[in-house]
Protein backbone atom coordinates (compact mmCIF):
# COMPACT_ATOMS: atom_id res chain seq x y z
CA UNK A 1 0.00 0.00 0.00
CA UNK A 2 1.36 3.44 -0.94
CA UNK A 3 1.66 6.45 1.82
CA UNK A 4 -0.93 8.46 -0.47
CA UNK A 5 -3.22 5.47 0.01
CA UNK A 6 -2.62 5.21 3.64
CA UNK A 7 -3.24 8.79 4.18
CA UNK A 8 -6.55 8.50 2.39
CA UNK A 9 -7.47 6.04 3.90
CA UNK A 10 -6.63 7.06 7.42
CA UNK A 11 -8.41 10.22 7.17
CA UNK A 12 -11.71 8.31 5.85
CA UNK A 13 -11.11 6.21 8.85
CA UNK A 14 -11.20 9.27 11.02
CA UNK A 15 -14.44 10.76 9.53
CA UNK A 16 -15.96 7.24 10.29
CA UNK A 17 -14.61 7.22 14.15
CA UNK A 18 -16.36 10.75 14.29
CA UNK A 19 -19.88 10.24 12.71
CA UNK A 20 -19.71 6.75 14.88
CA UNK A 21 -18.98 8.93 18.02
CA UNK A 22 -21.51 11.67 16.97
CA UNK A 23 -24.07 8.80 16.26
CA UNK A 24 -23.30 7.64 19.56
CA UNK A 25 -23.61 10.54 21.79
CA UNK A 26 -26.56 11.70 19.99
CA UNK A 27 -28.51 7.90 20.24
CA UNK A 28 -29.73 6.39 17.05
CA UNK A 29 -32.28 8.36 15.88
CA UNK A 30 -36.02 6.98 16.22
CA UNK A 31 -38.06 5.90 13.22
CA UNK A 32 -39.34 9.84 13.09
CA UNK A 33 -35.69 10.79 12.74
CA UNK A 34 -36.32 13.37 15.73
CA UNK A 35 -33.84 13.25 18.72
CA UNK A 36 -34.67 11.14 22.18
CA UNK A 37 -36.95 12.52 24.22
CA UNK A 38 -35.61 14.19 27.62
CA UNK A 39 -38.10 16.83 28.26
CA UNK A 40 -40.14 13.59 30.63
CA UNK A 41 -38.59 12.91 33.86
CA UNK A 42 -37.04 9.58 34.26
CA UNK A 43 -37.65 7.56 37.37
CA UNK A 44 -35.42 5.48 39.87
CA UNK A 45 -36.48 3.52 42.63
CA UNK A 46 -33.68 2.19 44.37
CA UNK A 47 -33.81 -0.50 47.36
CA UNK A 48 -31.58 -0.45 49.53
CA UNK A 49 -32.70 -3.07 52.54
CA UNK A 50 -31.11 -6.35 51.70
CA UNK A 51 -27.76 -5.87 54.41
CA UNK A 52 -27.55 -9.48 54.78
CA UNK A 53 -26.74 -9.77 51.02
CA UNK A 54 -25.83 -6.40 50.44
CA UNK A 55 -27.56 -5.89 46.61
CA UNK A 56 -29.00 -3.30 45.72
CA UNK A 57 -32.27 -3.60 43.99
CA UNK A 58 -33.09 -1.02 40.91
CA UNK A 59 -35.93 0.12 38.79
CA UNK A 60 -36.37 3.05 36.72
CA UNK A 61 -39.44 4.04 33.91
CA UNK A 62 -37.60 5.92 30.92
CA UNK A 63 -39.74 8.16 28.51
CA UNK A 64 -39.01 6.96 25.16
CA UNK A 65 -40.32 6.74 21.13
CA UNK A 66 -41.13 3.87 19.56
CA UNK A 67 -37.54 2.80 17.36
CA UNK A 68 -34.33 1.61 19.22
CA UNK A 69 -33.18 3.44 22.89
CA UNK A 70 -29.59 3.75 23.03
CA UNK A 71 -29.16 4.01 27.24
CA UNK A 72 -25.74 4.73 28.99
CA UNK A 73 -24.50 3.27 31.93
CA UNK A 74 -21.76 6.15 33.77
CA UNK A 75 -18.38 5.24 32.68
CA UNK A 76 -16.50 8.46 32.95
CA UNK A 77 -17.58 9.51 36.47
CA UNK A 78 -16.52 12.75 37.87
CA UNK A 79 -13.66 13.29 40.38
CA UNK A 80 -12.44 9.62 39.74
CA UNK A 81 -11.16 11.35 36.17
CA UNK A 82 -11.33 7.70 34.87
CA UNK A 83 -13.41 5.24 32.97
CA UNK A 84 -14.55 3.60 35.63
CA UNK A 85 -18.29 3.15 36.35
CA UNK A 86 -18.90 -0.25 37.83
CA UNK A 87 -20.43 -2.15 35.11
CA UNK A 88 -19.02 -5.29 36.54
CA UNK A 89 -20.98 -5.28 38.95
CA UNK A 90 -24.49 -4.72 37.42
CA UNK A 91 -26.57 -7.85 36.27
CA UNK A 92 -30.21 -9.10 35.94
CA UNK A 93 -30.80 -6.05 33.28
CA UNK A 94 -33.99 -7.06 31.55
CA UNK A 95 -36.38 -4.11 29.97
CA UNK A 96 -40.26 -4.14 29.58
CA UNK A 97 -42.97 -1.67 27.26
CA UNK A 98 -47.09 -2.19 27.83
CA UNK A 99 -45.89 -5.35 29.87
CA UNK A 100 -43.87 -6.92 27.29
CA UNK A 101 -40.27 -7.87 27.58
CA UNK A 102 -38.22 -5.97 25.09
CA UNK A 103 -35.09 -6.87 23.37
CA UNK A 104 -31.96 -5.24 24.21
CA UNK A 105 -28.26 -5.22 23.08
CA UNK A 106 -25.05 -4.22 24.73
CA UNK A 107 -22.88 -2.23 22.27
CA UNK A 108 -19.68 -4.60 22.07
CA UNK A 109 -17.57 -1.68 21.11
CA UNK A 110 -18.65 0.22 24.01
CA UNK A 111 -20.13 -2.22 26.71
CA UNK A 112 -21.09 0.54 28.78
CA UNK A 113 -24.06 1.39 25.81
CA UNK A 114 -27.44 -0.53 25.68
CA UNK A 115 -29.67 -1.20 22.45
CA UNK A 116 -33.52 -1.46 23.17
CA UNK A 117 -36.02 -1.98 20.85
CA UNK A 118 -38.89 -0.45 21.25
CA UNK A 119 -42.26 -1.38 19.60
CA UNK A 120 -44.75 1.14 18.01
CA UNK A 121 -47.08 2.58 20.47
CA UNK A 122 -44.32 2.43 23.69
CA UNK A 123 -43.96 5.91 25.79
CA UNK A 124 -41.88 4.83 27.88
CA UNK A 125 -40.02 1.71 29.45
CA UNK A 126 -38.96 -0.17 32.27
CA UNK A 127 -35.66 -1.29 33.58
CA UNK A 128 -34.30 -3.37 36.12
CA UNK A 129 -31.61 -4.71 37.22
CA UNK A 130 -29.16 -5.30 39.87
CA UNK A 131 -26.41 -3.53 41.88
CA UNK A 132 -23.98 -6.21 43.55
CA UNK A 133 -22.07 -4.50 45.99
CA UNK A 134 -19.02 -5.67 47.06
CA UNK A 135 -19.06 -7.93 49.87
CA UNK A 136 -14.93 -8.08 50.44
CA UNK A 137 -12.53 -5.17 50.30
CA UNK A 138 -10.91 -7.40 47.30
CA UNK A 139 -13.67 -6.90 45.05
CA UNK A 140 -14.04 -2.84 45.70
CA UNK A 141 -15.44 -0.35 48.23
CA UNK A 142 -17.72 -2.33 50.66
CA UNK A 143 -20.79 0.28 50.61
CA UNK A 144 -23.04 -1.86 52.77
CA UNK A 145 -22.46 -2.98 56.28
CA UNK A 146 -25.81 -3.97 58.55
CA UNK A 147 -25.26 -1.03 60.31
CA UNK A 148 -24.52 1.36 57.36
CA UNK A 149 -24.32 2.36 53.67
CA UNK A 150 -23.19 4.34 50.90
CA UNK A 151 -25.34 5.23 47.81
CA UNK A 152 -23.62 6.54 44.72
CA UNK A 153 -26.14 7.54 42.41
CA UNK A 154 -24.19 6.84 39.27
CA UNK A 155 -23.91 2.72 40.18
CA UNK A 156 -27.99 2.71 40.24
CA UNK A 157 -29.33 4.69 37.05
CA UNK A 158 -29.05 3.86 33.16
CA UNK A 159 -29.75 7.21 31.01
CA UNK A 160 -30.32 8.52 27.45
CA UNK A 161 -28.05 9.09 25.17
CA UNK A 162 -28.75 12.22 23.01
CA UNK A 163 -29.05 14.91 25.84
CA UNK A 164 -26.45 16.54 28.37
CA UNK A 165 -26.85 15.06 31.68
CA UNK A 166 -27.46 18.60 32.93
CA UNK A 167 -30.94 18.56 30.77
CA UNK A 168 -32.22 15.13 31.89
CA UNK A 169 -34.69 15.16 34.45
CA UNK A 170 -34.57 12.56 37.67
CA UNK A 171 -36.86 11.53 40.48
CA UNK A 172 -35.16 9.34 42.43
CA UNK A 173 -36.65 7.29 45.67
CA UNK A 174 -34.90 5.13 48.34
CA UNK A 175 -36.19 2.38 50.55
CA UNK A 176 -34.09 2.22 53.24
CA UNK A 177 -33.95 -0.51 56.00
CA UNK A 178 -36.27 0.02 58.69
CA UNK A 179 -34.23 2.37 61.28
CA UNK A 180 -31.96 4.15 58.88
CA UNK A 181 -31.17 8.02 59.01
CA UNK A 182 -30.17 9.34 55.25
CA UNK A 183 -28.06 12.15 54.39
CA UNK A 184 -27.68 13.96 51.21
CA UNK A 185 -27.48 17.10 49.52
CA UNK A 186 -30.93 16.42 47.67
CA UNK A 187 -34.11 17.61 49.11
CA UNK A 188 -36.96 15.66 50.52
CA UNK A 189 -40.29 15.34 48.87
CA UNK A 190 -42.14 13.09 50.99
CA UNK A 191 -42.09 9.98 52.90
CA UNK A 192 -43.67 6.84 52.55
CA UNK A 193 -43.04 4.65 55.39
CA UNK A 194 -39.13 3.75 55.01
CA UNK A 195 -39.36 4.85 51.17
CA UNK A 196 -37.72 8.63 50.65
CA UNK A 197 -38.60 10.65 47.71
CA UNK A 198 -36.34 13.53 46.49
CA UNK A 199 -37.31 16.11 44.50
CA UNK A 200 -36.84 16.29 40.86
CA UNK A 201 -32.98 17.05 40.03
CA UNK A 202 -31.32 16.58 36.50
CA UNK A 203 -28.87 13.73 36.49
CA UNK A 204 -26.01 16.23 36.72
CA UNK A 205 -27.22 16.86 40.46
CA UNK A 206 -28.40 13.64 41.00
CA UNK A 207 -24.85 11.94 40.49
CA UNK A 208 -23.17 14.95 42.75
CA UNK A 209 -25.64 13.63 45.48
CA UNK A 210 -24.20 10.43 47.11
CA UNK A 211 -26.26 9.37 50.13
CA UNK A 212 -24.83 8.12 53.21
CA UNK A 213 -27.20 6.24 55.77
CA UNK A 214 -27.56 4.08 58.95
CA UNK A 215 -28.42 3.42 62.25
CA UNK A 216 -26.50 5.41 64.14
CA UNK A 217 -26.39 9.03 63.10
CA UNK A 218 -25.26 12.70 64.26
CA UNK A 219 -25.58 15.89 62.50
CA UNK A 220 -23.86 18.88 63.63
CA UNK A 221 -23.97 22.34 62.75
CA UNK A 222 -20.86 24.21 61.39
CA UNK A 223 -22.43 27.32 60.55
CA UNK A 224 -24.99 28.39 63.10
CA UNK A 225 -26.79 31.16 62.39
CA UNK A 226 -25.75 31.81 58.92
CA UNK A 227 -28.11 31.91 56.12
CA UNK A 228 -25.96 28.76 53.86
CA UNK A 229 -25.97 25.66 56.15
CA UNK A 230 -23.26 23.81 56.54
CA UNK A 231 -23.68 20.45 58.34
CA UNK A 232 -21.13 17.46 59.35
CA UNK A 233 -23.96 14.40 59.36
CA UNK A 234 -21.71 11.17 60.91
CA UNK A 235 -22.84 7.86 60.82
CA UNK A 236 -20.53 5.03 62.68
CA UNK A 237 -20.89 1.65 63.37
CA UNK A 238 -21.86 2.19 67.24
CA UNK A 239 -23.47 5.25 68.90
CA UNK A 240 -20.65 5.88 71.37
CA UNK A 241 -18.60 7.06 68.66
CA UNK A 242 -20.87 9.99 67.93
CA UNK A 243 -19.88 11.69 70.72
CA UNK A 244 -17.57 14.86 69.96
CA UNK A 245 -15.78 17.19 72.07
CA UNK A 246 -17.04 20.63 71.54
CA UNK A 247 -13.61 22.33 71.13
CA UNK A 248 -13.23 19.66 68.18
CA UNK A 249 -16.31 20.65 66.36
CA UNK A 250 -15.71 23.95 66.77
CA UNK A 251 -12.63 23.06 65.16
CA UNK A 252 -14.65 22.15 62.52
CA UNK A 253 -16.46 25.26 62.52
CA UNK A 254 -13.75 27.26 61.58
CA UNK A 255 -12.43 25.03 58.85
CA UNK A 256 -15.94 26.47 57.46
CA UNK A 257 -15.04 29.99 58.24
CA UNK A 258 -11.62 29.84 57.48
CA UNK A 259 -12.48 28.32 53.64
CA UNK A 260 -15.33 31.13 53.04
CA UNK A 261 -12.40 33.81 54.27
CA UNK A 262 -10.08 32.49 51.63
CA UNK A 263 -12.35 32.40 48.65
CA UNK A 264 -15.04 34.82 49.57
CA UNK A 265 -17.90 32.93 48.45
CA UNK A 266 -20.11 29.57 48.84
CA UNK A 267 -20.89 27.93 45.75
CA UNK A 268 -24.12 26.08 47.45
CA UNK A 269 -27.10 26.70 48.82
CA UNK A 270 -26.26 24.59 51.67
CA UNK A 271 -23.72 21.69 52.64
CA UNK A 272 -23.13 18.39 53.81
CA UNK A 273 -19.52 16.40 54.80
CA UNK A 274 -21.26 12.73 54.77
CA UNK A 275 -18.40 11.64 57.21
CA UNK A 276 -18.44 7.72 58.01
CA UNK A 277 -16.74 6.48 61.20
CA UNK A 278 -16.04 3.03 60.29
CA UNK A 279 -14.33 -0.46 60.43
CA UNK A 280 -16.53 -1.64 58.22
CA UNK A 281 -17.59 0.26 55.53
CA UNK A 282 -14.79 1.29 53.48
CA UNK A 283 -13.20 4.87 53.88
CA UNK A 284 -13.53 7.33 50.61
CA UNK A 285 -13.00 11.09 49.85
CA UNK A 286 -15.04 12.22 46.91
CA UNK A 287 -15.73 15.57 46.39
CA UNK A 288 -19.18 17.15 45.17
CA UNK A 289 -20.43 20.52 44.53
CA UNK A 290 -23.26 20.23 48.10
CA UNK A 291 -21.35 17.24 49.27
CA UNK A 292 -18.69 15.71 50.34
CA UNK A 293 -18.54 11.32 51.01
CA UNK A 294 -15.54 11.29 54.03
CA UNK A 295 -14.41 8.04 55.53
CA UNK A 296 -12.53 8.29 59.08
CA UNK A 297 -11.50 5.81 61.77
CA UNK A 298 -13.89 4.69 64.15
CA UNK A 299 -12.05 6.65 67.06
CA UNK A 300 -12.04 10.45 64.86
CA UNK A 301 -13.82 11.99 68.19
CA UNK A 302 -13.20 9.49 70.78
CA UNK A 303 -9.44 9.12 70.23
CA UNK A 304 -9.34 13.27 69.41
CA UNK A 305 -5.87 14.13 70.47
CA UNK A 306 -5.63 18.59 70.16
CA UNK A 307 -1.55 17.85 70.11
CA UNK A 308 -2.19 15.60 67.37
CA UNK A 309 -5.19 16.92 65.43
CA UNK A 310 -7.27 15.80 62.94
CA UNK A 311 -6.46 14.91 59.31
CA UNK A 312 -6.90 17.11 56.23
CA UNK A 313 -9.14 14.71 54.56
CA UNK A 314 -12.24 17.46 54.85
CA UNK A 315 -10.23 20.04 54.49
CA UNK A 316 -9.32 18.93 50.83
CA UNK A 317 -12.79 17.50 49.76
CA UNK A 318 -14.06 20.74 51.11
CA UNK A 319 -11.93 22.62 48.79
CA UNK A 320 -13.32 21.02 46.00
CA UNK A 321 -17.02 22.77 45.65
CA UNK A 322 -14.64 25.71 44.90
CA UNK A 323 -11.85 23.87 42.92
CA UNK A 324 -13.14 21.09 40.25
CA UNK A 325 -16.98 21.44 41.05
CA UNK A 326 -17.45 25.20 40.58
CA UNK A 327 -14.81 25.72 38.46
CA UNK A 328 -13.13 23.01 36.15
CA UNK A 329 -10.87 22.19 33.95
CA UNK A 330 -12.19 22.53 30.46
CA UNK A 331 -11.08 18.79 28.86
CA UNK A 332 -12.38 17.26 32.38
CA UNK A 333 -15.74 18.71 31.27
CA UNK A 334 -18.02 16.23 29.48
CA UNK A 335 -21.52 16.68 28.26
CA UNK A 336 -22.38 13.55 29.79
CA UNK A 337 -20.57 10.52 31.88
CA UNK A 338 -19.70 8.06 28.65
CA UNK A 339 -17.38 11.07 26.75
CA UNK A 340 -13.79 10.38 27.76
CA UNK A 341 -11.84 12.96 29.78
CA UNK A 342 -8.63 14.18 29.49
CA UNK A 343 -6.77 14.87 32.82
CA UNK A 344 -4.07 17.32 31.85
CA UNK A 345 -5.03 20.24 34.34
CA UNK A 346 -5.24 17.91 38.01
CA UNK A 347 -1.93 19.90 39.18
CA UNK A 348 -4.94 22.54 39.33
CA UNK A 349 -7.62 20.67 39.91
CA UNK A 350 -5.98 18.56 42.42
CA UNK A 351 -2.77 19.92 43.41
CA UNK A 352 -3.59 22.95 44.87
CA UNK A 353 -7.16 21.21 46.37
CA UNK A 354 -3.91 19.01 48.54
CA UNK A 355 -2.11 22.74 48.73
CA UNK A 356 -5.39 24.11 50.49
CA UNK A 357 -6.08 21.27 52.26
CA UNK A 358 -3.23 21.05 54.69
CA UNK A 359 -3.39 25.04 54.99
CA UNK A 360 -6.86 25.30 55.74
CA UNK A 361 -6.78 22.20 58.31
CA UNK A 362 -3.62 24.35 59.70
CA UNK A 363 -5.53 27.60 59.61
CA UNK A 364 -8.45 25.97 61.41
CA UNK A 365 -6.66 24.48 64.31
CA UNK A 366 -8.03 21.15 63.17
CA UNK A 367 -4.22 20.45 62.72
CA UNK A 368 -1.61 22.17 65.17
CA UNK A 369 1.03 24.37 62.70
CA UNK A 370 3.93 21.91 64.02
CA UNK A 371 1.96 18.82 62.56
CA UNK A 372 1.28 20.83 59.84
CA UNK A 373 4.72 21.32 58.96
CA UNK A 374 5.85 17.97 59.81
CA UNK A 375 2.74 16.87 57.22
CA UNK A 376 4.38 19.39 54.37
CA UNK A 377 7.86 17.72 55.54
CA UNK A 378 6.66 14.11 54.58
CA UNK A 379 6.05 15.73 51.09
CA UNK A 380 9.04 17.59 50.56
CA UNK A 381 11.53 14.80 51.35
CA UNK A 382 9.16 12.88 48.98
CA UNK A 383 9.91 14.89 46.22
CA UNK A 384 13.65 15.80 47.71
CA UNK A 385 15.17 12.64 47.93
CA UNK A 386 12.54 9.48 47.41
CA UNK A 387 11.07 10.23 43.94
CA UNK A 388 13.84 8.63 41.50
CA UNK A 389 10.92 8.40 39.05
CA UNK A 390 11.11 11.77 38.21
CA UNK A 391 14.70 11.15 36.54
CA UNK A 392 12.19 9.40 33.47
CA UNK A 393 8.78 10.81 34.08
CA UNK A 394 7.74 14.31 34.87
CA UNK A 395 5.24 15.59 37.13
CA UNK A 396 2.80 16.56 34.22
CA UNK A 397 2.85 13.01 32.98
CA UNK A 398 1.63 11.90 36.12
CA UNK A 399 -1.56 13.73 35.55
CA UNK A 400 -2.71 10.35 33.09
CA UNK A 401 -2.48 8.12 36.11
CA UNK A 402 -6.17 8.15 36.59
CA UNK A 403 -6.86 6.73 32.95
CA UNK A 404 -3.29 4.14 33.05
CA UNK A 405 -3.54 2.79 36.79
CA UNK A 406 -7.26 3.36 37.59
CA UNK A 407 -5.50 3.95 41.06
CA UNK A 408 -4.58 0.47 41.51
CA UNK A 409 -1.64 0.10 43.84
CA UNK A 410 1.97 -0.36 42.56
CA UNK A 411 4.64 -2.25 43.63
CA UNK A 412 7.79 0.24 43.27
CA UNK A 413 6.17 3.70 43.24
CA UNK A 414 8.75 5.68 43.87
CA UNK A 415 9.99 4.82 40.29
CA UNK A 416 6.83 4.31 38.95
CA UNK A 417 5.23 7.34 40.29
CA UNK A 418 1.57 6.81 40.66
CA UNK A 419 -0.94 10.11 40.88
CA UNK A 420 1.87 12.71 41.79
CA UNK A 421 0.26 15.45 40.52
CA UNK A 422 -1.48 15.51 44.16
CA UNK A 423 1.44 16.22 46.33
CA UNK A 424 3.73 16.84 43.81
CA UNK A 425 1.41 19.82 42.96
CA UNK A 426 0.95 20.79 46.23
CA UNK A 427 4.32 21.89 46.22
CA UNK A 428 4.43 24.05 42.35
CA UNK A 429 1.77 25.46 44.34
CA UNK A 430 3.82 26.12 47.51
CA UNK A 431 6.25 27.69 45.55
CA UNK A 432 3.63 29.95 43.78
CA UNK A 433 2.77 31.25 46.95
CA UNK A 434 6.05 32.26 47.98
CA UNK A 435 6.83 33.71 44.61
CA UNK A 436 3.74 35.92 44.96
CA UNK A 437 4.63 36.95 48.20
CA UNK A 438 8.21 37.58 47.17
CA UNK A 439 7.82 39.58 44.31
CA UNK A 440 4.53 41.78 45.83
CA UNK A 441 6.55 42.77 48.86
CA UNK A 442 4.36 40.41 51.33
CA UNK A 443 1.39 42.61 49.99
CA UNK A 444 -0.09 39.14 48.33
CA UNK A 445 -0.32 35.73 47.89
CA UNK A 446 -1.45 32.76 46.12
CA UNK A 447 -4.78 33.53 48.54
CA UNK A 448 -5.41 36.53 46.07
CA UNK A 449 -5.30 34.01 43.44
CA UNK A 450 -7.79 31.85 44.67
CA UNK A 451 -10.45 34.73 45.86
CA UNK A 452 -9.85 36.26 42.12
CA UNK A 453 -10.10 32.80 40.49
CA UNK A 454 -12.38 30.60 42.50
CA UNK A 455 -14.10 33.17 44.75
CA UNK A 456 -16.48 34.30 41.64
CA UNK A 457 -19.90 34.74 41.49
CA UNK A 458 -20.95 34.62 45.16
CA UNK A 459 -24.10 31.80 45.42
CA UNK A 460 -23.80 30.54 41.91
CA UNK A 461 -23.20 26.44 41.94
CA UNK A 462 -25.67 24.87 39.37
CA UNK A 463 -23.61 25.67 36.45
CA UNK A 464 -20.30 24.86 35.34
CA UNK A 465 -17.28 27.90 35.15
CA UNK A 466 -14.23 26.27 33.33
CA UNK A 467 -10.46 27.31 32.53
CA UNK A 468 -7.47 26.09 30.63
CA UNK A 469 -3.94 26.58 31.32
CA UNK A 470 -3.99 30.17 29.66
CA UNK A 471 -6.73 31.23 32.44
CA UNK A 472 -4.61 30.37 35.61
CA UNK A 473 -1.31 32.27 33.96
CA UNK A 474 -3.68 35.00 33.38
CA UNK A 475 -5.39 35.02 36.96
CA UNK A 476 -1.81 35.25 38.15
CA UNK A 477 -0.31 37.69 36.12
CA UNK A 478 -3.41 40.02 37.44
CA UNK A 479 -2.52 38.94 41.16
CA UNK A 480 1.51 39.93 40.45
CA UNK A 481 3.15 40.15 36.78
CA UNK A 482 5.65 37.51 36.09
CA UNK A 483 6.32 34.82 33.07
CA UNK A 484 4.10 32.50 35.00
CA UNK A 485 3.98 30.19 32.30
CA UNK A 486 7.83 29.70 32.13
CA UNK A 487 8.00 29.07 35.92
CA UNK A 488 4.85 26.66 35.86
CA UNK A 489 5.75 24.44 32.59
CA UNK A 490 9.61 24.41 33.94
CA UNK A 491 8.10 22.71 36.93
CA UNK A 492 5.44 20.48 35.79
CA UNK A 493 7.56 19.68 32.28
CA UNK A 494 10.57 18.38 34.85
CA UNK A 495 13.21 21.12 34.06
CA UNK A 496 13.19 22.89 37.16
CA UNK A 497 13.04 21.14 40.52
CA UNK A 498 9.96 21.76 42.68
CA UNK A 499 10.84 20.27 45.84
CA UNK A 500 13.20 23.60 46.89
CA UNK A 501 10.25 25.58 46.92
CA UNK A 502 9.48 24.87 50.73
CA UNK A 503 12.89 26.89 51.38
CA UNK A 504 11.60 29.73 49.61
CA UNK A 505 8.80 30.15 52.51
CA UNK A 506 12.13 30.10 55.21
CA UNK A 507 12.00 27.03 56.18
CA UNK A 508 14.42 23.96 55.26
CA UNK A 509 14.20 20.26 54.96
CA UNK A 510 15.71 18.30 57.66
CA UNK A 511 16.04 14.70 59.54
CA UNK A 512 16.63 13.44 63.19
CA UNK A 513 15.29 10.31 64.79
CA UNK A 514 12.32 11.03 66.22
CA UNK A 515 9.35 10.76 63.92
CA UNK A 516 7.11 13.46 65.49
CA UNK A 517 3.56 13.50 65.86
CA UNK A 518 2.22 13.02 62.27
CA UNK A 519 4.36 10.41 61.09
CA UNK A 520 3.20 8.34 64.60
CA UNK A 521 -0.34 9.22 63.84
CA UNK A 522 -0.11 7.70 60.79
CA UNK A 523 1.04 4.60 62.23
CA UNK A 524 -1.81 4.34 64.57
CA UNK A 525 -4.03 4.88 61.78
CA UNK A 526 -2.50 1.97 59.69
CA UNK A 527 -2.20 -0.41 62.49
CA UNK A 528 1.44 -0.71 63.41
CA UNK A 529 2.64 0.30 59.42
CA UNK A 530 6.07 2.10 60.14
CA UNK A 531 7.55 3.74 57.25
CA UNK A 532 11.48 3.52 56.53
CA UNK A 533 11.50 5.20 53.85
CA UNK A 534 14.29 7.82 54.74
CA UNK A 535 16.60 5.30 56.44
CA UNK A 536 16.78 2.05 54.76
CA UNK A 537 14.02 2.81 52.10
CA UNK A 538 10.89 0.66 53.45
CA UNK A 539 7.40 0.31 54.01
CA UNK A 540 6.59 -2.41 56.78
CA UNK A 541 3.08 -3.22 57.77
CA UNK A 542 2.26 -4.04 61.51
CA UNK A 543 2.96 -8.12 60.63
CA UNK A 544 6.29 -7.10 58.88
CA UNK A 545 5.34 -7.35 55.38
CA UNK A 546 6.60 -5.06 52.75
CA UNK A 547 4.49 -3.15 51.07
CA UNK A 548 7.01 -0.43 49.61
CA UNK A 549 10.29 -0.34 48.35
CA UNK A 550 12.51 2.72 47.63
CA UNK A 551 13.91 2.54 44.30
CA UNK A 552 17.80 1.95 44.63
CA UNK A 553 17.76 2.48 48.24
CA UNK A 554 19.47 0.31 50.41
CA UNK A 555 16.80 -2.46 51.14
CA UNK A 556 16.31 -2.36 46.95
CA UNK A 557 19.93 -2.87 46.66
CA UNK A 558 19.77 -5.88 49.41
CA UNK A 559 17.52 -7.24 46.89
CA UNK A 560 14.33 -6.84 48.93
CA UNK A 561 11.52 -6.70 46.97
CA UNK A 562 7.61 -5.51 47.66
CA UNK A 563 5.41 -8.13 48.68
CA UNK A 564 8.33 -10.06 50.77
CA UNK A 565 7.60 -10.26 54.34
CA UNK A 566 10.43 -9.69 57.07
CA UNK A 567 10.58 -12.47 59.30
CA UNK A 568 13.26 -11.51 61.57
CA UNK A 569 16.22 -8.60 62.06
CA UNK A 570 19.63 -9.35 63.31
CA UNK A 571 18.14 -13.08 64.38
CA UNK A 572 15.72 -11.85 65.96
CA UNK A 573 12.24 -11.95 65.24
CA UNK A 574 10.61 -8.91 63.17
CA UNK A 575 9.07 -6.03 65.74
CA UNK A 576 9.28 -2.47 65.42
CA UNK A 577 11.51 -2.34 67.97
CA UNK A 578 13.68 -4.85 66.92
CA UNK A 579 14.06 -2.99 63.61
CA UNK A 580 14.71 0.58 65.09
CA UNK A 581 17.18 -1.09 67.48
CA UNK A 582 19.10 -2.39 64.41
CA UNK A 583 18.69 0.63 62.63
CA UNK A 584 19.68 2.94 65.23
CA UNK A 585 22.88 0.48 66.61
CA UNK A 586 24.36 0.33 63.02
CA UNK A 587 25.10 4.60 63.21
CA UNK A 588 28.49 3.14 65.10
CA UNK A 589 28.57 -0.58 64.30
CA UNK A 590 30.24 -1.11 60.52
CA UNK A 591 28.45 -4.72 60.38
CA UNK A 592 24.94 -4.55 57.69
CA UNK A 593 22.05 -5.22 58.77
CA UNK A 594 21.20 -8.66 58.46
CA UNK A 595 17.04 -9.20 57.59
CA UNK A 596 15.42 -12.75 57.25
CA UNK A 597 13.14 -11.83 54.18
CA UNK A 598 10.34 -14.55 53.06
CA UNK A 599 9.35 -14.38 49.27
CA UNK A 600 6.65 -17.26 48.73
CA UNK A 601 7.99 -20.19 50.56
CA UNK A 602 11.48 -19.08 50.31
CA UNK A 603 13.21 -17.86 52.91
CA UNK A 604 16.39 -15.76 52.57
CA UNK A 605 18.63 -13.53 54.71
CA UNK A 606 19.66 -9.92 52.99
CA UNK A 607 22.59 -7.40 54.39
CA UNK A 608 21.36 -3.78 54.31
CA UNK A 609 24.64 -1.93 54.27
CA UNK A 610 23.24 1.18 55.83
CA UNK A 611 24.52 3.56 58.88
CA UNK A 612 22.63 6.68 58.89
CA UNK A 613 20.03 5.75 61.65
CA UNK A 614 16.34 6.89 61.53
CA UNK A 615 15.56 9.23 59.98
CA UNK A 616 12.39 10.88 59.82
CA UNK A 617 11.53 14.58 58.27
CA UNK A 618 11.00 18.09 59.39
CA UNK A 619 11.11 21.33 58.53
CA UNK A 620 13.58 23.84 60.58
CA UNK A 621 13.69 28.20 59.93
CA UNK A 622 15.96 29.44 58.08
CA UNK A 623 17.79 32.21 60.17
CA UNK A 624 17.56 35.59 58.05
CA UNK A 625 14.60 34.79 56.02
CA UNK A 626 11.16 35.89 55.47
CA UNK A 627 8.96 33.51 57.34
CA UNK A 628 6.51 33.21 54.71
CA UNK A 629 5.16 29.59 55.56
CA UNK A 630 4.10 30.85 59.07
CA UNK A 631 1.74 33.51 57.62
CA UNK A 632 0.20 30.71 54.95
CA UNK A 633 -0.54 28.45 58.07
CA UNK A 634 -1.60 31.49 60.31
CA UNK A 635 -6.04 31.80 60.52
CA UNK A 636 -7.53 34.71 58.29
CA UNK A 637 -9.33 37.47 60.68
Request: charged share 20%; no cysteine; hydrophobic share 35%.
Amino acid sequence: MSLSKFRIIGAVGVVVLLVLAGSLYFGLRNRSGEAPVTQRAISVAVDVTDLPQRVIQVKQTIPVRPGTADLFFPQWLPGNHSPSGPIDKIAGIAFTGAGHKLEWKRDPLNVYAFKVTVPDGVESIDASFQYFTPTDSAQGRVVMTPNMLNLQWNAVVLYPAGAPVSEIPFNASVTYPPGFEAGTALEVAGKDGDTVKYKTVPLDVLVDSPVYAGRYHKVFDLAPGAKTPVRLQVFADAPEQLEAKPEHIERHRALVQQAVKLYGSQHYDHYDFLLSLSDQLSSNGLEHQRSSEDGEPTDYFTGWNPAVGSDDLLGHEYTHSWNGKFRRPADLWTPNYNVPMQDSLLWVYEGQTQYWGNVLTGRSGLRPAEVSRDALASVVAAYTDNRPGLTWRNLQDTTNDPIIAQRRPKPYRSWQLSEDYYQGGQLVWLGVDARIRELSGNTKSLDDFARAFFGVDDGKWASQNTYDFDAVVSTLNRVVPDDWSKYLRDRLDGKEPFAASVEKTGWKLVYDNNPGAFLTDQRKQAEGAVNYTYSIGLNVSGEGKVTDVRWDGPAFKAKVGSGMTVVSVNDAPYSQATMEAAIEAAKTDPAPIRLQVKDFDQTRTVELDYHDGLRYPHLQRIDGTPDYLTQILAARN
